[in-house]
Antibody
Framework: EVQLLESGGGLVQPGGSLRLSCAAS????????MSWVRQAPGKGLEWVSV????????GYADSVKGRFTISRDNSKDTVFLQMNSLTVEDTAVYYC????????WGRGTLVTVSS | DIQMTQSPSSLSASVGDRVTITCRAS??????LGWYQQKPGKAPKRLIY???TLHTGVPSRFSGSGSGTEFTLTISSLQPEDFATYYC?????????FGQGTKLEIK
Protein backbone atom coordinates (compact mmCIF):
# COMPACT_ATOMS: atom_id res chain seq x y z
CA GLU A 1 0.00 0.00 0.00
CA VAL A 2 1.30 3.41 -0.97
CA GLN A 3 1.84 5.73 1.98
CA LEU A 4 2.95 9.34 1.83
CA LEU A 5 3.48 11.03 5.17
CA GLU A 6 4.05 14.78 5.19
CA SER A 7 5.65 16.59 8.10
CA GLY A 8 7.17 19.95 8.92
CA GLY A 9 4.12 22.16 8.74
CA GLY A 10 3.29 24.72 11.38
CA LEU A 11 3.00 28.40 12.17
CA VAL A 12 5.62 30.77 10.75
CA GLN A 13 5.85 34.54 10.52
CA PRO A 14 5.80 36.36 7.19
CA GLY A 15 9.27 36.38 5.69
CA GLY A 16 10.17 33.18 7.47
CA SER A 17 11.16 29.75 6.21
CA LEU A 18 9.91 26.23 6.62
CA ARG A 19 11.02 22.85 5.28
CA LEU A 20 8.43 20.21 4.51
CA SER A 21 9.29 16.52 4.27
CA CYS A 22 7.39 13.63 2.80
CA ALA A 23 8.32 10.06 3.68
CA ALA A 24 7.21 7.54 1.10
CA SER A 25 6.60 3.81 1.30
CA UNK A 26 4.81 1.08 -0.60
CA UNK A 27 6.41 1.76 -3.98
CA UNK A 28 9.86 2.04 -5.53
CA UNK A 29 10.49 5.66 -4.68
CA UNK A 30 13.53 6.14 -6.89
CA UNK A 31 11.50 5.35 -10.02
CA UNK A 32 8.71 7.86 -9.34
CA UNK A 33 8.56 11.61 -9.86
CA MET A 34 7.24 13.40 -6.78
CA SER A 35 5.03 16.47 -6.55
CA TRP A 36 3.68 19.00 -4.09
CA VAL A 37 0.18 20.45 -4.32
CA ARG A 38 -1.37 22.97 -1.95
CA GLN A 39 -4.83 24.15 -1.01
CA ALA A 40 -5.49 27.42 0.75
CA PRO A 41 -8.40 27.42 3.23
CA GLY A 42 -11.68 27.26 1.34
CA LYS A 43 -9.95 27.42 -2.03
CA GLY A 44 -9.14 25.09 -4.89
CA LEU A 45 -6.09 22.98 -5.57
CA GLU A 46 -2.86 24.64 -6.71
CA TRP A 47 0.02 22.65 -8.19
CA VAL A 48 3.28 23.77 -6.55
CA SER A 49 6.24 21.75 -7.78
CA VAL A 50 7.52 18.47 -9.18
CA UNK A 51 10.89 16.69 -9.22
CA UNK A 52 11.86 13.88 -11.54
CA UNK A 53 12.97 10.44 -10.48
CA UNK A 54 16.66 11.28 -10.48
CA UNK A 55 16.32 14.76 -9.06
CA UNK A 56 16.28 16.48 -12.43
CA UNK A 57 13.31 17.72 -14.45
CA UNK A 58 12.10 20.17 -11.84
CA GLY A 59 9.15 22.48 -12.25
CA TYR A 60 7.58 25.21 -10.12
CA ALA A 61 4.39 27.23 -10.10
CA ASP A 62 4.96 30.87 -10.98
CA SER A 63 3.70 31.83 -7.50
CA VAL A 64 6.57 30.03 -5.74
CA LYS A 65 9.40 30.18 -8.27
CA GLY A 66 12.54 31.65 -6.71
CA ARG A 67 11.26 31.12 -3.17
CA PHE A 68 10.60 27.37 -2.94
CA THR A 69 13.07 24.57 -3.68
CA ILE A 70 12.12 20.95 -4.16
CA SER A 71 14.64 18.16 -3.57
CA ARG A 72 14.73 14.46 -2.83
CA ASP A 73 16.83 11.82 -1.12
CA ASN A 74 16.32 8.50 -2.86
CA SER A 75 18.34 6.70 -0.17
CA LYS A 76 15.73 7.74 2.39
CA ASP A 77 12.62 7.64 0.18
CA THR A 78 11.92 11.24 1.08
CA VAL A 79 11.06 14.39 -0.85
CA PHE A 80 11.46 17.89 0.56
CA LEU A 81 10.06 21.34 -0.07
CA GLN A 82 12.17 24.22 1.24
CA MET A 83 9.98 27.30 1.51
CA ASN A 84 11.58 30.72 1.96
CA SER A 85 10.27 34.29 2.06
CA LEU A 86 6.86 33.03 3.08
CA THR A 87 3.82 35.29 2.78
CA VAL A 88 0.29 34.99 4.11
CA GLU A 89 -0.74 33.80 0.63
CA ASP A 90 1.33 30.65 1.22
CA THR A 91 -1.00 29.56 4.02
CA ALA A 92 -2.40 26.22 2.90
CA VAL A 93 -2.50 22.48 3.37
CA TYR A 94 0.45 21.06 1.45
CA TYR A 95 0.00 17.62 -0.09
CA CYS A 96 2.75 15.27 -1.20
CA UNK A 97 1.76 13.29 -4.30
CA UNK A 98 3.56 10.70 -6.36
CA UNK A 99 4.13 10.80 -10.13
CA UNK A 100 3.86 13.73 -12.54
CA UNK A 101 0.20 12.96 -13.03
CA UNK A 102 -0.61 12.94 -9.31
CA UNK A 103 -1.50 9.34 -8.63
CA UNK A 104 -1.48 8.82 -4.84
CA TRP A 105 -1.83 11.60 -2.28
CA GLY A 106 -0.71 12.08 1.30
CA ARG A 107 -3.03 13.49 3.95
CA GLY A 108 -1.33 16.88 3.91
CA THR A 109 0.38 19.17 6.38
CA LEU A 110 -0.91 22.62 7.31
CA VAL A 111 1.33 25.64 6.87
CA THR A 112 0.10 28.86 8.46
CA VAL A 113 1.91 32.11 7.73
CA SER A 114 0.82 34.77 10.18
CA SER A 115 2.24 37.39 12.48
CA ASP B 1 1.23 29.09 -19.01
CA ILE B 2 -1.69 26.84 -19.89
CA GLN B 3 -4.99 27.94 -18.38
CA MET B 4 -7.64 25.37 -17.52
CA THR B 5 -11.22 26.66 -17.58
CA GLN B 6 -13.56 24.30 -15.76
CA SER B 7 -17.33 24.54 -15.87
CA PRO B 8 -19.69 24.71 -14.20
CA SER B 9 -18.25 25.95 -10.92
CA SER B 10 -21.16 24.37 -9.07
CA LEU B 11 -23.85 21.90 -9.97
CA SER B 12 -26.96 20.76 -8.18
CA ALA B 13 -28.22 17.29 -9.09
CA SER B 14 -30.18 14.34 -7.77
CA VAL B 15 -29.24 10.73 -7.13
CA GLY B 16 -29.53 8.86 -10.41
CA ASP B 17 -28.87 11.91 -12.59
CA ARG B 18 -26.28 11.98 -15.36
CA VAL B 19 -23.86 14.90 -14.99
CA THR B 20 -21.07 16.27 -17.14
CA ILE B 21 -18.21 18.55 -16.15
CA THR B 22 -16.03 20.24 -18.75
CA CYS B 23 -12.44 21.46 -18.79
CA ARG B 24 -11.06 23.57 -21.60
CA ALA B 25 -7.33 24.12 -22.03
CA SER B 26 -5.97 27.38 -23.43
CA UNK B 27 -3.77 25.38 -25.79
CA UNK B 28 -3.51 21.77 -26.86
CA UNK B 29 -2.41 19.31 -24.18
CA UNK B 30 -2.86 16.04 -26.10
CA UNK B 31 -4.48 13.73 -23.51
CA UNK B 32 -2.30 14.85 -20.57
CA LEU B 33 -5.26 15.42 -18.28
CA GLY B 34 -6.50 13.90 -15.06
CA TRP B 35 -9.67 14.21 -12.99
CA TYR B 36 -9.72 14.25 -9.20
CA GLN B 37 -12.44 14.01 -6.57
CA GLN B 38 -12.19 15.71 -3.20
CA LYS B 39 -14.52 15.40 -0.23
CA PRO B 40 -14.52 17.92 2.62
CA GLY B 41 -11.53 17.58 4.93
CA LYS B 42 -9.97 14.83 2.82
CA ALA B 43 -7.13 14.62 0.34
CA PRO B 44 -8.11 14.46 -3.32
CA LYS B 45 -8.30 11.10 -5.07
CA ARG B 46 -7.53 10.43 -8.69
CA LEU B 47 -10.45 9.23 -10.79
CA ILE B 48 -9.17 9.32 -14.35
CA TYR B 49 -5.81 9.70 -16.07
CA UNK B 50 -4.75 10.20 -19.66
CA UNK B 51 -8.13 11.89 -20.16
CA UNK B 52 -10.14 8.67 -20.37
CA THR B 53 -8.50 5.85 -18.37
CA LEU B 54 -10.22 4.91 -15.14
CA HIS B 55 -7.98 4.71 -12.07
CA THR B 56 -7.97 1.33 -10.36
CA GLY B 57 -11.02 0.78 -8.21
CA VAL B 58 -13.01 3.73 -9.54
CA PRO B 59 -16.60 2.78 -10.38
CA SER B 60 -17.48 2.44 -14.04
CA ARG B 61 -20.17 5.12 -13.78
CA PHE B 62 -17.29 7.60 -14.07
CA SER B 63 -15.91 8.22 -17.53
CA GLY B 64 -13.67 10.76 -19.21
CA SER B 65 -13.25 11.87 -22.76
CA GLY B 66 -11.51 14.44 -24.90
CA SER B 67 -8.18 15.35 -26.36
CA GLY B 68 -6.40 18.53 -27.31
CA THR B 69 -8.30 21.34 -25.63
CA GLU B 70 -11.74 19.98 -24.68
CA PHE B 71 -12.30 17.40 -21.96
CA THR B 72 -15.29 16.05 -20.10
CA LEU B 73 -15.93 14.04 -16.97
CA THR B 74 -19.26 12.24 -16.93
CA ILE B 75 -20.97 10.48 -14.06
CA SER B 76 -23.66 8.29 -15.61
CA SER B 77 -25.86 7.77 -12.56
CA LEU B 78 -25.07 9.82 -9.48
CA GLN B 79 -24.71 7.99 -6.20
CA PRO B 80 -24.84 9.61 -2.75
CA GLU B 81 -21.08 9.19 -2.30
CA ASP B 82 -20.37 11.16 -5.50
CA PHE B 83 -21.33 14.51 -4.02
CA ALA B 84 -17.95 16.20 -3.78
CA THR B 85 -15.73 18.70 -5.57
CA TYR B 86 -14.07 17.70 -8.82
CA TYR B 87 -10.91 19.11 -10.41
CA CYS B 88 -9.11 18.64 -13.68
CA UNK B 89 -5.33 18.92 -14.00
CA UNK B 90 -3.18 19.39 -17.07
CA UNK B 91 0.27 17.82 -16.82
CA UNK B 92 1.41 18.53 -20.35
CA UNK B 93 3.84 21.34 -19.58
CA UNK B 94 5.18 23.26 -16.61
CA UNK B 95 3.65 24.84 -14.71
CA UNK B 96 0.94 22.24 -14.39
CA UNK B 97 -2.45 23.77 -13.71
CA PHE B 98 -5.75 22.76 -12.15
CA GLY B 99 -9.19 23.83 -13.16
CA GLN B 100 -11.08 25.97 -10.66
CA GLY B 101 -13.13 23.04 -9.41
CA THR B 102 -16.77 21.97 -9.67
CA LYS B 103 -18.77 21.53 -6.48
CA LEU B 104 -21.42 18.87 -6.99
CA GLU B 105 -24.27 19.26 -4.53
CA ILE B 106 -27.43 17.36 -3.79
CA LYS B 107 -30.61 18.90 -5.20
Amino acid sequence: EVQLLESGGGLVQPGGSLRLSCAASGFTFSTYAMSWVRQAPGKGLEWVSVIGEGGDNIGYADSVKGRFTISRDNSKDTVFLQMNSLTVEDTAVYYCVNRYWLESWGRGTLVTVSS
Amino acid sequence: DIQMTQSPSSLSASVGDRVTITCRASQGIRNDLGWYQQKPGKAPKRLIYSASTLHTGVPSRFSGSGSGTEFTLTISSLQPEDFATYYCLQHNSFPYTFGQGTKLEIK
